[in-house]
């Protein structure tokens, strides 16, 4: 293409380059010459945006009409007329008027304009849950226990019946205020004096049962009486 030898590989090399190089050219200047066109383009279209807002704004600016602009009235706040505590006495305004005040408006207006706090009755359905009420409670309940069946006691007989697991202090009282004392007793429990008792003094449902009072009080109760 050049004049040089196509057979020899280092000039076909060189003409490879030189062709490559050609070709790179001519897409650069193409490319100026597209993104020169594009930009006298944008630039054109701009000027002439720039040409239809300052029409529109020159439009608006001359179409406008004058604004008449309110004085400013400024608030002045009255204060109301002085009232004398007797009714009797007239009361005097501002512009020193004397003017006699009725004093059954003075009254109405009292009664009209006072505040009605509604009075709420007390519900009588609450219960006491003081201790000395809850043991009260359960001692009024006290002949439903079947003590023919658990046996009898008296105080001077009671265990330490905090130590099955499960009793507090509180518990024990009201134990004792049923008239269960021993561990005998409790040892003695059917499955109705358990319902019974649980109901009796006021406890969680089934809680003797998974607590396992009886057990717990026969193992106590043997102990006691080796």
């Known amino acids: 293409m050049f004049g040089l030898d196509p057979l020899n590989q280092t000039v076909a090399f060189t ?26 383009a944008l630039r054109k279209a701009i000027i002439d945006k720039e040409t ?45 008027t004397p003017e006699l005040i ?6 109405d207006s009292a009664y009209t304009t006072s ?17 000395a009420a809850v043991l009260s409670r359960i001692a009024a309940r006290a002949g439903e226990v079947n003590f023919d069946r658990i046996g009898r006691a008296v105080a001077t007989e009671a265990d330490d019946l ?9 518990l024990e009282r009201k134990l004792h205020s049923l008239g269960i004392y021993t561990f005998r007793q409790i040892a003695n429990f059917t499955n109705e004096d358990i319902d019974k008792v649980n109901e009796l003094i006021e406890f969680f ?18 102990r006691k009486a080796r």
């Open 52 to 96: 239809e807002l300052a029409d529109c704004r020159q439009s608006k600016t001359g179409g406008r009409s004058a604004q008449v602009v309110a004085p400013h009235v400024s608030r002045v706040d009255v204060p109301p007329p002085f009232v004398h505590a007797d009714p009797l006495l007239p009361a005097f305004s501002n512009d020193d």
């Open 102 to 107: 009725d004093e059954h408006s003075i009254v």
């Open 115 to 131: 505040t009605i706090i509604p009075i709420l009755p007390v519900s009588a359905d609450v219960p006491d849950n003081s201790e």
């Open 205 to 222: 449902p089934g809680r003797i049962e998974r607590d396992n009072w009886v057990e717990q009080a026969k193992e106590f109760y043997e």
């Open 15 to 40: 003409e490879i380059v030189l062709l490559l190089a050609l070709a790179a050219f001519v897409g650069w200047l193409l490319g100026r010459l597209v993104r020169a066109s594009r930009v006298s």
């Open 162 to 170: 905090k130590d099955i697991v499960g009793v507090g202090p509180f």
